[in-house]
């Protein structure tokens, strides 16, 4: 069964990088699409964006000029930076597998961001 | 950009009632690519239906789902205690994905 682990600060300074790593276990990370999900505090869910084994990402429109997703196969892990980050941003980020459905999450990680 | 729009917005019941949730999209949307889930404070949303009428793995009959083209329906035919949680719908269309605001479902 596969399983989806995220880490990375839970408390990143305003202005800065936000950067959290997922680490998938259970399975390879190849083939699959790879998502990462966030969900304010208070709101619901948002999706932030993908990447494909091969390299190739998808972004919220909402948010593409601040996201970056990554993947290293060798270590079955892919990652998210979000640059310029203010207090919206806080949330809990989920890492996730798959799209239409989502069928395999994280249990997801609290970031807030404050000074 | 397909919105997806969820009603009500929170449903008083009490066990043993019906549910129906409902999600409407604002164009149409692939009911292969339409899926519910239920989501928990502190747990990580659970997949309990997917290609609009199918239910995941080990999800009790009691959760159906329905519908086609913008308009979706999520039903529980009996509530039990542990159903009172938040549920969504999303979708995947033209390479991105869209979750409705969520539909509270609380004990009455």
């Known amino acids: 069964q596969v399983q989806l682990q995220e880490s990375g600060p839970g408390l990143v300074k305003p202005s800065e990088t936000l950067s959290l790593t997922c680490t998938v276990s259970g399975g390879s990370i190849s083939s699959f699409y790879w998502n990462w999900i966030r969900q304010p505090p208070g709101k619901g869910l948002e999706w932030v964006g993908y990447?494909?084994?091969?390299?190739?990402?998808n972004y919220n429109p909402s948010l593409k000029s601040r996201v970056t997703i990554s993947v290293d196969t060798s270590k079955n892990q892919f990652s998210l930076k979000l640059s310029s980050v203010t207090a919206a941003d806080s949330a809990v980020y989920y890492c996730a597998r798959d799209l239409a459905p989502v069928q395999h999450w994280g249990q997801g990680t609290l970031v807030t961001v404050s000074s | 950009e397909i919105v997806l729009t969820q009603s009500p917005g929170t449903l008083s019941l009490s066990p043993g009632e019906r549910a129906i949730l409902s999600c409407r999209a604002s164009q149409s949307v692939s009911s292969s690519y339409l899926a519910w889930y239920q989501h928990k404070p502190g747990q990580a949303p659970r997949l309990l239906v997917y290609g609009a009428s199918s239910r995941a793995t080990g999800i009790p009959d009691r959760f159906s789902g329905s519908g086609s083209g913008t308009d979706f329906t999520l039903t529980i035919s009996s509530l039990e205690p542990e159903d009172f949680a938040v549920y969504y719908c999303?979708?995947?269309?033209?390479?991105?994905?869209?979750f409705g605001q969520g539909t509270r479902l609380e004990i009455k």
């Open positions: 990447i494909y084994d091969s390299g190739s990402t």
């Open positions: 999303q979708q995947f269309d033209t390479s991105r994905i869209t």
